[in-house]
């Protein structure tokens, strides 16, 4: 029931905003949700609060990394909400409809073999778009590096900046440690 979800991811955004996030991120892609939250924060005052939509998030073989660490009891997968893989149009659909409800940051997941749906939304948009490396992408750099196939730094050095060609503004992945640490940024 899309609208039922939408009014409960209403009610999430609001309680994550009164408990001081800076900002709300719904992965869920239910269709309108985004004007949805974006219309109640307003209406609450919580202009403060701003809204990043994983408007084309694919669904991926690249997640299972992620969701063998949190050991879930979750059977089948989640493609019946995601996008297919080759839905370029879709994610161009999406893309467009959450920017016009007024998502603040576009997000594109998973990042590396999506790179031409990051150009994409650079091009459709001028709002901030995200990337996010998940944890396949992760698991296979760090494999191929403890392998001897690659040199880690050099290769994930070398991916920041195609996200970054590519047209993203923020990239999120599990290599920001190591990247603050190679970047001479180490946070402690």
Known sequence: NNAASVARLVQVAQAYADAGAHMVAPS??????????????????????????????????LYCPF?????????????????PPA???????????????????????????YLDMVRMARELTSTPVAVYQVSGEYAMLAAAAAAGAITEKDTVLELMTCFRRAG????????TPKLLRWLGQDMG
């Open 28 to 61: 869920d892609m239910m269709d309108n949700r985004i004007g949805a939250i974006k219309t109640h924060l307003q209406e609450m005052g919580r202009t403060d609060v701003a809204l990043m939509s994983y408007s084309a998030k694919y669904a991926s073989a």
């Open 67 to 83: 969701r063998s660490a949190c050991s879930t009891n979750l059977e089948g997968n989640r493609a019946d909400y995601q996008l």
């Open 87 to 113: 839905a370029e149009g879709l994610g161009r659909r999406a893309i467009i409809r959450d920017v016009n409800e007024g998502a603040d940051i576009i997000m594109v997941k998973p990042g590396i073999a």
């Open 168 to 175: 993203a503004d923020i990239i999120v992945s599990y290599y």
